[in-house]
Nanobody
Framework: QVQLAESGGGLVQAGDSLRLSCDAS????????MGWYRQAPGRAREWVAH???????MYADTVKGRFIASSNNTKNTVYLQMNSPKPEDTGVFFC???????????????WGQGTQVTVSS
């Protein structure tokens, strides 16, 4: 079992920066990748970024060049550095972890409760 806890959300002005954190606990050895999704009011949850263990970050086109995902595997923590956020980035950001079995087979996803990010113009 993996538990995820996001932090760092809040109010930020457009053009400023914000860093989200996600701490994983439990059976963290089963995590193959961690990432971020977001959900704006009235919109479906959408993928933002993810970073495989020992790999490089990958990003949705809407945030590419502005957001940077990074991880500290020793601390079981993933970050999302939000540079030049826009009002349309406003939403609830969810941390995600891909879980694998001992055979390295993907068995499912774990989700955090989400952290609210509000970007004002």
């Amino acid at each position: 079992q993996v538990q995820l806890a996001e932090s760092g959300g809040g109010l930020v002005q457009a053009g400023d920066s914000l860093r989200l954190s996600c701490d994983a606990s439990g059976d963290t050895i089963c995590i193959s990748a961690m990432g971020w999704y977001r959900q704006a009011p009235g919109r479906a949850r959408e993928w933002v970024a993810h970073i495989p263990t020992g790999g490089y970050g990958m990003y949705a086109d809407t945030v590419k060049g502005r957001f940077i995902a990074s991880s500290n595997n020793t601390k079981n923590t993933v970050y999302l550095q939000m540079n030049s956020p826009k009002p349309e980035d406003t939403g609830v950001f969810f941390c995600n972890a891909k879980r694998i079995s001992w055979t390295s087979t993907l068995i499912g996803d774990s989700w955090g409760q989400g952290t609210q990010v509000t970007v004002s113009s």
